[in-house]
T-cell receptor, first 108, second 116 residues
Framework: GIQVEQSPPDLILQEGANSTLRCNFSDSVNNLQWFHQNPWGQLINLFYIPSGTKQNGRLSATTVATERYSLLYISSSQTTDSGVYFCAEGESQGNLIFGKGTKLSVKP | NAGVTQTPKFQVLKTGQSMTLQCAQDMNHNSMYWYRQDPGMGLRLIYYSASEGTTDKGEVPNGYNVSRLNKREFSLRLESAAPSQTSVYFC???????????????FGNGTRLTVT
């Protein structure tokens, strides 16, 4: 099955700093998604991005399908960005395989 | 439009007890999923239902059963709870028109289950 690896596992930032989170895949990319789990445990879909680049406010994501990786950029980080960021990729039968996540802590 | 609704939010069971976790979505999605989340393990798929009337095993199905009651509802049952099933359970759904799986996944808020 698909292997999904995320880096770094932990990240501590000062408010206002920028960061890049990475997701690598063992198989072809066609269903790549990024999620944010906030400190209350809610999982929010940030991007559905099987290829190309998308932006939503201070967040943007880029997937390079031919090289089997995706990047999530967070600019001008805020304390509300804290939480765990997951990427996931789909298998042919429809289920998504999740990475173990990057835990982000933004300090005021 | 409530999205994906899970009940209950919290539950404590004793070993051997049974219970059913309920999930309903109001987005007319074809596919529904049950994941469990354990510390350091990310999310792992328990069962999924690609469409009404079908269910399939995921990565960690042992000890669980599911029912796709109708298009809206997908329940997860623990017949004889074990401490290893202590976890946070998430239900999710997405639209899969024409069996295409290229669409975003939407999650419920989770059920925190403790088995003593």
């Amino acid at each position: 099955g698909i292997q999904v690896e995320q880096s770094p596992p932990d990240l501590i930032l000062q408010e206002g700093a920028n960061s890049t989170l990475r997701c690598n895949f063992s198989d072809s990319v066609n269903n790549l998604q990024w999620f944010h789990q906030n400190p209350w445990g809610q999982l929010i879909n940030l991007f559905y991005i099987p290829s190309g680049t998308k932006q939503n406010g201070r967040l943007s994501a880029t997937t390079v399908a031919t090289e089997r990786y995706s990047l999530l950029y967070i600019s001008s980080s805020q304390t509300t960005d804290s939480g765990v960021y997951f990427c996931a990729e789909g298998e042919s039968q429809g289920n998504l395989i999740f990475g173990k996540g990057t835990k982000l802590s933004v300090k005021p | 439009n409530a999205g994906v609704t899970q009940t209950p939010k919290f539950q404590v069971l004793k070993t051997g007890q049974s219970m059913t976790l309920q999930c309903a979505q109001d987005m007319n999605h074809n596919s529904m999923y049950w994941y469990r989340q354990d510390p350091g393990m990310g999310l792992r798929l328990i069962y999924y239902s690609a469409s009404e009337g079908t269910t399939d095993k995921g990565e960690v199905p042992n000890g669980y059963n599911v029912s796709r009651l109708n298009k809206r509802e997908f329940s997860l049952r623990l017949e004889s709870a074990a401490p290893s099933q202590t976890s946070v359970y998430f239900c999710a759904s997405r639209s899969t028109p024409g069996a295409s799986y290229n669409s975003p996944l939407h999650f419920g808020n989770g059920t925190r289950l403790t088995v003593t």
